[in-house]
């Protein structure tokens, strides 16, 4: 595809002609196949009918207004889209309301404004519809601020304050961008001035004032369907938003404006800014189609009071005309409202120029812009009422018919074609700027074109008159006609009504009689069966009555006499409960002796055993310090002695490489004689060897015995500090037991004491109030459940003092038990101790016997050895004298060395000895003197638990002996003093009374009915007749009695 967009920033000047804002692009002679997919869809959306959306705003008062204190007249309701004027007539305020498609208080915002109403229709512009929106209303209401407002800032963003123009734009482009659209854009900017039309946006040769610049010749073009061509008006194609921002900054500067009373820059003009998009589409087969769609935006010049804008002389003669246009607009509105024949669009440039805005194919947004002060009331409400006409006005929506590009590209040929001679005309510079045949034709076609519009009209006109009085005469027959019929039609009607009313009436008085008649008959026979009921259960009632006189005497003597045996018994109770408050009080006082000598008892025993422990915990300490300087001393003993036994090994190891080497030096020389001695020399070093590895061995099994016997001294020594711990411990914790048992058992006592005092009074006195207001059986239960709490009582507090006494004698002997198995414990941990030193002194003792056995061993065989070579030196004397004099002196040194090591290890192990046995010793000496004070302890708690049982002995039987003077006490006024009524044989007889009940009793009322459902009832009352006057068939009306 070809780009849309031409290569030059102008594509018309002069007198080209050019599309106008508000033609609708319609193709000539355009083939079937190049309407395109929506052609039938355009066919539909010619018969759909869309009202007009009007919009209302209202602005806030300004500086001036607010310092004047000019009171509001304008009320906005947003949410329900309403705005209410408050207005005085004659002395009333009389609240006018007007109802439109949205309303927007003095508080919303541009952006608002914007995205809820002008949104929708620049969207529908890029579906392919032509849109208008113009702001309409009274100068200084703030068309042009809703229309243009800020362009745009320096950073190319828009402002708060941006109109719908420049946020239409922006929107117009971000959708087209966001689509990766092929598109190209026009746009126009042109004002009506005076019934004149200006470019806004043509280049001006010389920097006049508004007023003397030259004026191009542009004029308006309608062709046969209605649509206005603007010929002259010059396209400007546009790439982005920022070139349309400057354009509308050139033209807004180039407009007329004024500086009036209402408005320091007073819009003098009208304007009108036009978008044109062409869009690509798709394609059908080759050929590829172009939508194309065209926005409007008019910022009308406002209607103005010349008294109150203070204009004169050439303001007043344009506040004349932009009143007068505007009023040629109300003209319009209204006759589209009221669906005149003919509508004035001609009376007026901007009336054509809406006139496919105005019940056109074009879709419509009508913003109203008012004041909200009292002094331009008249003004709002002019506005207001036009505005709200205006939401009638319906328009034909129609999309744009596709354009194939074909089409598009030969109507550009043509328009090029025409444009170059308008050009080559220019520069002959014949005085006119078209071609005078040309020229010519125009005249005559635009002559001719006239007269036939007037012709057309005027027939038109004539044919309409005489169809509309054919039409009005008869209607008027019609109405008469339909008239006489409707009269006669009510008459029939209100007479059948009143026949049909009046013979319901009859039927149902007629049922109503039947019904009231068998209802009497009925309520006779009922009330006759009811007396005979009531008259049998009297004299039943009468006996029933006689026989409960007698008794109620006869209960009446037998309740004095209880009386006075319940006074008698009520005296011996008092007398019995203060006798058994002294003797509980008395025993109450010999308890708590008793418990406070058992608390003074444990705590002597508790100071004996925490005395116990703190000495027991002494002497397990020092009992620790000795084990652990026993561990001591063994370790550095084996350390010594290990010490030793590796310098003797390493002291063997090396004499045995010296002697060996000096054997091998001497042997190269005797070499013929030590052949013959070889298996001598070799007995002997094997001897040798074997006495040092047995050697060996042995030093090192009686170094495993030392360190066992130590390990075991050491885990016995553990054992016994452990089975300390344990017995103090356990000491500790049975103490503590019995010491909290003693306490909990001498607080159960005292609240099992207080209990039972608070609830042998509570019970006495609910028994005795009971006992006032009961008969004789209370009495005996009475009686029966004080014996058992008494005895209960009696017993609970017998049972505790038992089982305290048993529990106390448990953990005592529990208590002797520990001891005597600790004591056992130790005295076998002592013995052990013992047999583990008798034990490593005789391992120390056989190690020691076995190390000089090995010495003594090892010299015997060092003394054969020096013999067999003190036998060998004298056969070699000759040969070998100076070698065996060498080896007979590095031997002797050696056996002195091992001697002296062996001194050092026997004195070293003897010293090991006499300080291991002083541990033991110390060990075993601490251990008796804590089995020593554990035993003087034990008798001591011994003395104290055996007073404890004697006192407690005692208790038990105080205990018992008051508890049996209770006992006895209890049973001698339960048994002996309290009086029993005896049987006197007065007592009436129980008799069931047989009482009627309410439902029979009911029963025996005779029911009536009301008039209502009478069929129904009437139906109940035959079958209540058969049931129950089978027998007494009467005729009605009869006389029952």
């Known amino acids: 595809m070809v780009s849309l967009t031409p290569d030059c920033r102008k594509v018309g000047t002069g007198l080209a002609p050019s599309p106008a804002p508000f033609f609708t692009p319609r193709p000539e002679r355009r083939r079937p196949d190049s309407r395109g997919p929506d052609?039938?869809?355009?066919?539909?959306?010619?018969?759909?009918?869309?009202?007009?959306?009007?919009?209302?705003?209202?602005?806030?008062?300004?500086?001036?207004?607010?310092?004047?204190?000019?009171?509001?007249?304008?009320?906005?309701?947003?949410?329900r889209r309403e705005v209410t004027v408050l207005q005085n007539v004659a002395g009333k305020q009389v609240d006018r309301v007007f109802t439109f498609d949205k309303v927007f208080g003095?508080?919303?915002?541009?952006?608002?404004?914007?995205?809820?109403?002008?949104?929708?229709?620049?969207?529908?512009?890029?579906?392919?519809?032509?849109?208008?929106?113009?702001?309409y209303g009274q100068t200084g209401t703030g068309k042009t601020y809703t229309m243009e407002g800020g362009m745009r800032k320096k950073s190319g963003e828009l402002p708060i304050e941006a109109g719908i123009i420049p946020r239409a734009v922006r929107q117009i482009f971000d959708t087209l961008e966001e689509q990766n659209a092929d598109y190209s854009m026009k746009v126009t900017f042109s004002e009506l001035y005076n019934e004149e039309i200006t470019d806004l946006l043509a280049q001006e040769d010389l920097p006049k004032s508004t007023e003397d610049r030259p004026k191009k010749p542009i004029s308006l073009m309608e062709d046969g369907k209605g649509c206005v061509n603007v010929r002259g008006l010059e396209e400007e194609a546009?790439?982005?938003?920022?070139?349309?921002?400057?354009?509308?900054?050139?033209?807004?500067?180039?407009?007329?404006?004024?500086?009036?009373?209402?408005?320091?820059?007073?819009?003098?003009?009208?304007?009108?800014?036009?978008?044109?998009?062409?869009?690509?589409?798709?394609?059908?087969?080759?050929?590829?189609?172009?939508k194309c769609g065209k926005l409007n935006l008019v910022d009308l010049a406002g209607s103005e009071n010349i008294y109150r804008s203070g204009a004169r002389e050439a303001r007043a003669r344009e506040a004349g005309e932009i009143n007068k246009s505007l009023l040629t607009l109300g003209r319009v509105i209204n006759a589209l409202v009221e669906h005149s024949v003919h509508i004035p669009y001609r009376d007026s440039k901007l009336t054509r120029l809406l006139r496919d805005s105005l019940g056109g194919k074009t879709k419509t947004c009508i913003i109203a812009t008012i004041s909200p002060s009292a002094?331009?009331?008249?003004?709002?409400?002019?506005?207001?009422?036009?505005?709200?006409?205006?939401?009638?006005?319906?328009?034909?929506?129609?999309?744009?018919?596709?354009?194939?590009?074909?089409?598009?590209?030969?109507?550009?040929?043509?328009?090029?074609?025409?444009?170059?001679?308008?050009?080559?005309?220019?520069?002959?510079?014949n005085g006119i700027y078209i071609p005078h045949e040309r020229f010519l034709q125009d005249e005559a076609e635009k002559k001719a074109k006239n007269e036939r519009i007037e012709q057309l009209e005027s027939d038109l006109t004539a044919t309409e008159k005489v169809q509309l009085d054919n039409f009005r005469e008869l209607y008027l027959n019609e109405q008469e006609e339909k008239l006489n019929v409707e009269s006669d039609?009510?008459?029939?009607?209100?007479?059948?009504?009143?026949?049909?009313?009046?013979?319901?009436?009859?039927?149902?008085?007629?049922k109503r009689t039947l019904s009231v008649l068998k209802e009497k008959e009925l309520l006779i026979s009922k009330l006759q069966h009811s007396e005979s009921n009531l008259i049998n259960c009297a004299k039943t009632l009468r006996l029933n009555l006689h026989d409960a006189s007698e008794d109620i005497s006869a209960l009446f003597g037998k309740i004095d006499h209880k009386d006075k045996v319940e006074r008698e018994n009520h005296g011996i109770l008092l007398t019995f409960g203060e006798q058994l408050d002294q003797s509980l009080n008395n025993l109450h006082k010999i308890v708590l002796s008793s418990v406070s000598q058992q608390e003074q008892q444990l705590r002597n025993a508790e100071n004996c055993i925490s005395t116990f422990l703190a000495s027991k915990y002494e002497s397990n300490e020092a009992m620790e310090a000795n084990v652990k300087r026993l561990s001591e001393?063994?370790?550095?003993?084996?350390?010594?002695?290990?010490?030793?036994?590796?310098?003797?090994?390493?002291?063997?190891?090396s004499d045995l490489e010296q002697m060996m080497t000096m054997i091998s030096a001497q042997a190269t020389a005797v070499e013929n004689f030590f052949n013959n001695a070889s298996l001598d020399a070799r007995e002997v070093i094997s001897d040798i060897q074997n006495s040092l590895n047995e050697q060996r061995k042995i030093l090192s099994f009686a170094a495993q015995q030392q360190a066992e016997g130590v390990r075991q001294s050491l885990v016995s020594?553990?054992?016994?500090?452990?089975?300390?711990?344990?017995?103090?411990?356990?000491?500790?914790?049975?103490?503590?037991?019995?010491?909290?048992?003693?306490?909990?058992?001498?607080?159960?006592?005292?609240?099992?004491?207080?209990?039972?005092?608070?609830?042998?009074?509570?019970?006495?006195?609910?028994?005795?109030?009971?006992?006032?207001?009961?008969?004789?059986?209370?009495?005996?239960?009475?009686?029966?459940?004080?014996?058992?709490?008494?005895?209960?009582?009696?017993?609970?507090?017998?049972?505790?003092?038992?089982?305290?006494?048993?529990?106390?004698?448990?953990?005592?002997?529990?208590?002797?038990?520990?001891?005597?198995?600790?004591?056992?414990?130790?005295?076998?941990?002592?013995?052990?101790?013992?047999?583990?030193?008798?034990?490593?002194?005789?391992?120390?003792?056989?190690?020691?016997?076995?190390?000089?056995?090995?010495?003594?061993?090892?010299?015997e065989k060092v003394d054969q050895s020096s013999q067999q070579w003190e036998t060998a030196q004298l056969s070699l004397k000759n040969i070998a004298k100076n070698g065996v004099d060498d080896i007979r002196s590095v031997m002797q040194t050696k056996i002195l060395e091992t001697h002296s090591l062996h001194e050092n290890i026997v004195s070293t192990s003897t010293r090991l000895g006499v300080e291991f046995d002083y541990r033991v010793n110390n060990l075993v000496t601490s251990t008796n003197d804590s089995l020593a004070l554990d035993k003087a302890n034990c008798e001591e708690i011994n003395s104290i638990t055996t007073a404890s049982l004697h006192e407690l002995k005692s208790l038990s039987l105080n205990h018992g002996e008051n508890v049996s003077d209770i006992r006895d006490k209890s049973d001698q006024c339960i048994n002996k003093d309290y009086l029993v009524e005896q049987k006197t044989n007065v007592t009436p007889k129980r008799q069931a009374i047989p009482i009627p009940s309410l439902e029979s009793i009911e029963k025996m009322r005779t029911l009536v009915y009301d008039n209502t459902d009478s069929k129904t009832k009437v139906n109940k009352f035959e079958n209540a007749e058969h049931k129950i006057l089978q027998d007494q068939p009467r005729t009605p009306f009869q006389d029952v009695n």
Not at 50 to 68: A, F, G, H, M, Y
Not at 489 to 510: P, S
């Open 375 to 429: 002094h331009c009331l008249e003004e709002t409400l002019s506005t207001l009422d036009y505005a709200y006409r205006a939401k009638s006005i319906k328009n034909k929506p129609e999309a744009n018919q596709k354009v194939s590009k074909a089409v598009l590209l030969k109507d550009l040929y043509v328009e090029i074609e025409r444009m170059k001679q308008d050009i080559r005309a220019a520069r002959e510079k």
């Open 717 to 859: 020594a553990q054992v016994i500090s452990s089975a300390a711990i344990d017995f103090s411990n356990d000491l500790h914790w049975r103490a503590s037991e019995l010491t909290k048992f003693i306490e909990s058992s001498r607080t159960e006592n005292v609240i099992k004491l207080q209990n039972f005092e608070k609830t042998f009074k509570e019970e006495a006195l609910r028994e005795e109030k009971l006992a006032m207001a009961k008969i004789s059986e209370v009495l005996s239960t009475l009686t029966v459940r004080k014996t058992n709490m008494v005895s209960n009582a009696s017993k609970s507090l017998e049972d505790s003092a038992c089982q305290e006494s048993k529990r106390l004698l448990a953990d005592l002997s529990d208590m002797r038990q520990v001891l005597a198995s600790e004591m056992k414990e130790l005295r076998e941990y002592a013995e052990k101790v013992h047999d583990h030193y008798m034990n490593e002194t005789l391992a120390a003792n056989e190690c020691r016997v076995m190390l000089e056995n090995c010495m003594q061993e090892w010299a």
């Open 489 to 510: 039609l009510k008459e029939c009607k209100k007479t059948l009504e009143t026949t049909h009313k009046n013979l319901e009436d009859l039927q149902v008085n007629h």
């Open 106 to 135: 003095p508080k919303a915002q541009q952006r608002s404004i914007y995205d809820q109403a002008i949104s929708p229709v620049v969207s529908e512009v890029l579906e392919g519809f032509n849109c208008t929106v113009f702001a």
């Open 633 to 653: 001393t063994y370790a550095s003993g084996s350390q010594s002695i290990k010490k030793l036994t590796d310098a003797l090994q390493t002291k063997t190891s």
């Open 39 to 79: 052609w039938n869809s355009n066919r539909q959306d010619r018969e759909k009918e869309v009202n007009i959306q009007v919009l209302l705003r209202c602005r806030p008062l300004t500086d001036d207004e607010q310092k004047s204190n000019v009171p509001k007249v304008i009320t906005c309701n947003d949410s």
């Open 238 to 290: 546009v790439y982005s938003a920022n070139e349309i921002y400057s354009l509308l900054e050139r033209g807004a500067a180039r407009r007329r404006t004024a500086d009036t009373l209402l408005n320091k820059r007073s819009s003098r003009s009208h304007s009108i800014f036009t978008i044109t998009v062409y869009i690509k589409e798709g394609s059908i087969g080759d050929e590829e189609l172009i």
